[in-house]
């Protein structure tokens, strides 16, 4: 035991260099690697993608080369020469113009979300997120905070943009929604996830419902089809009027916050909620006995240092839908990070 041959061991120094990994993956976004890679007809050496970044050699042939074993790069050997491409990782989910590019939340998780993590162990302490020491900025209102300039608002929206774009097929059709033909998506951004719903359901009709500077940014910055089957709405979830709807949807919303603030929201969703109508929760939900998975779990901890609120099972989020008027609870799992649960009135 203690062997630098020790399984233990070889672990240990897994988790311990796990930041490492991060922060190639960050850095290479950041950088530009992968799309000066999808811009040039063939595979290029170090030299010419230091060239072609302004980087260094030194320390850009380094990168490309932690890159390899990590999939994010493919590596052949020409005239001597390592010659290096994108992986088949990097063309679907690094490059700018790809359909399904998550740089934009790399670049938000890069900048932001791993500057919080550095204080991990305080906000243990604490209790509480950790913006003060990470950004000098108040944490008391949690989304001045986390949309603390128009850039940082811009970034994390088109990252929320990137993830429905690989999860919200799967999370919107857990459930058949036909039967809801007036739907509101709580907080829904730039409407990605309620484009895929309208395109899913087009018998339906879509309302997006956020912040107005939210909805303002999204008329600006984010080119998505508008018309009678998707329209947004601005105003505070927790203070405006909600608009009728059949059902409403909360993605990625509820795990923001303390179970009174959820409380509080869903009992004015219910209120606004039609007869017959429901709840579409989409968070990542954790196994009931709480031991994983072990990507929710992290998430429960990113709450912790960014949010208010937590990832929950199944129970808790029944438990909660219940007390707010929703008893007939469904949930799925779908396999990928984020699941579905259904509760109706």
């Not at 008027?325 to 799925?332: A, C, D, E, L, S």
Request: glycine share 10%; hydrophobic share 40%.
């Amino acid at each position: 035991m203690g062997s630098p041959q020790d399984g233990a061991y070889l672990l240990l120094s897994q988790h311990a260099s796990g930041f490492m990994v991060s922060q190639v993956l960050f850095a290479a976004c950041e950088l530009g690697v992968f799309d000066l890679l999808a811009e040039t007809p063939g595979p290029l050496d170090a030299a010419a993608i230091a060239e072609g970044l302004g980087t260094s050699f030194q320390g850009t042939e380094r990168l490309l080369e932690a890159c390899v074993p990590l999939q994010l790069l493919d590596v052949d050997t020409r005239g001597g020469r390592a010659v290096y491409r994108n992986s088949g990782l990097a063309s679907a989910f690094l490059t700018r113009r790809g359909p399904r590019s998550q740089r934009h939340m790399l670049l938000y998780l890069g900048r932001t979300t791993y500057r919080c993590w550095a204080h991990l162990a305080e906000a243990v302490r604490q209790g509480g997120n950790q913006y003060p020491r990470a950004f000098g900025v108040a944490a008391g209102d949690l989304w001045a905070a986390i949309y603390r300039s128009p850039g940082e608002r811009r970034q994390f929206t088109r990252g929320l943009q990137e993830v429905w774009s690989v999860e919200g097929r799967a999370v919107l059709t857990a459930f058949d929604l036909s039967a809801f033909p007036r739907i509101c998506d709580l907080g829904g951004g730039s409407g990605a996830l309620a484009k895929e719903c309208a395109a899913l359901y087009p018998q339906c009709r879509v309302t997006v419902f956020d912040l107005p500077e939210v909805v303002q940014a999204a008329a600006t910055h984010f080119s998505l089809p508008r018309g009678e089957q998707l329209v947004f709405h601005a105003g505070d979830f927790f203070q405006d009027p909600l608009p009728e709807a059949d059902l409403y949807i909360l993605a990625r919303v509820l795990h923001d916050w303390a179970e009174d603030k959820c409380s509080q929201l869903l009992a004015r969703v219910h209120q606004a909620c039609r007869p017959g109508g429901g709840v579409l929760v989409v968070e990542s939900l954790l196994d009931e006995d709480r031991r994983g998975p072990l990507t929710t779990l992290l998430f429960s901890l990113n709450m912790l240092v960014q949010a208010e609120g937590q990832e929950r099972t199944p129970s808790q989020y029944r438990r909660l839908l219940a007390a707010a008027g929703f008893p007939r609870f469904q949930f799925q799992k779908t396999g990928g990070t984020y699941d579905a649960v259904l509760a109706g009135k």
